[in-house]
């Protein structure tokens, strides 16, 4: 299952796009553009849906973002924070020396588990692939 951010609410402005899919070794959600202070809510709730799904892992891949702010790392304090209290983990997937930087001056880099890439088991597709729901017309 897969569940895309919601179009919009990043704005075509920071380029940010976020969507999830659950794989063999868990669910992995994929962030492009910019996370931010108007960005970091909507991948909240994506992570929330992705962490939903029940797996033992969520893999959060940023090698597609090029900005991470304070609003960002704030997302990943509180899905670890979240996912750890359940017995489950937040692995952090990121290349891109922006990100990489910002993961070590904070010091997050030794309390996250960080990796390059995502595990062999990653790479064949299960589930479906979509956006995140639009809001509810209620």
């Given at each position: 299952?897969?569940?895309?951010?919601?179009?919009?609410?990043?704005?075509?402005?920071?380029g940010y796009?976020?969507?999830?899919?659950?794989?063999p070794?868990?669910?992995?959600v994929?962030?492009?553009?910019?996370?931010?202070?108007?960005?970091?809510?909507e991948?909240?709730?994506t992570?929330?849906?992705?962490?939903?799904?029940?797996t033992?892992?969520?893999?959060?891949?940023?090698?597609g973002?090029?900005v991470l702010?304070?609003?960002?790392?704030?997302?990943?304090?509180?899905?670890?924070?979240?996912?750890s209290?359940?017995?489950?983990?937040l692995?952090?997937?990121a290349?891109?020396?922006?990100?990489?930087?910002?993961?070590?001056v904070?010091g997050?880099d030794?309390?996250?588990?960080?990796?390059?890439?995502?595990p062999?088991?990653?790479?064949?597709?299960t589930?479906?692939?979509?956006?995140?729901?639009?809001?509810?017309?209620?």
């Amino acid at each position: 299952m897969v569940s895309p951010s919601t179009p919009g609410s990043g704005g075509s402005d920071t380029g940010y796009s976020a969507d999830w899919r659950v794989r063999p070794a868990g669910a992995v959600v994929r962030v492009r553009g910019a996370l931010d202070m108007r960005t970091a809510p909507e991948l909240a709730g994506t992570l929330t849906d992705a962490s939903d799904a029940g797996t033992t892992e969520v893999y959060l891949d940023l090698r597609g973002l090029h900005v991470l702010g304070s609003a960002g790392l704030r997302v990943l304090i509180t899905g670890h924070q979240g996912l750890s209290s359940a017995g489950r983990r937040l692995v952090v997937v990121a290349t891109q020396l922006a990100v990489l930087r910002v993961l070590r001056v904070t010091g997050l880099d030794t309390v996250l588990t960080v990796r390059a890439e995502l595990p062999e088991a990653e790479l064949p597709q299960t589930g479906s692939t979509r956006r995140s729901p639009p809001p509810s017309e209620d």
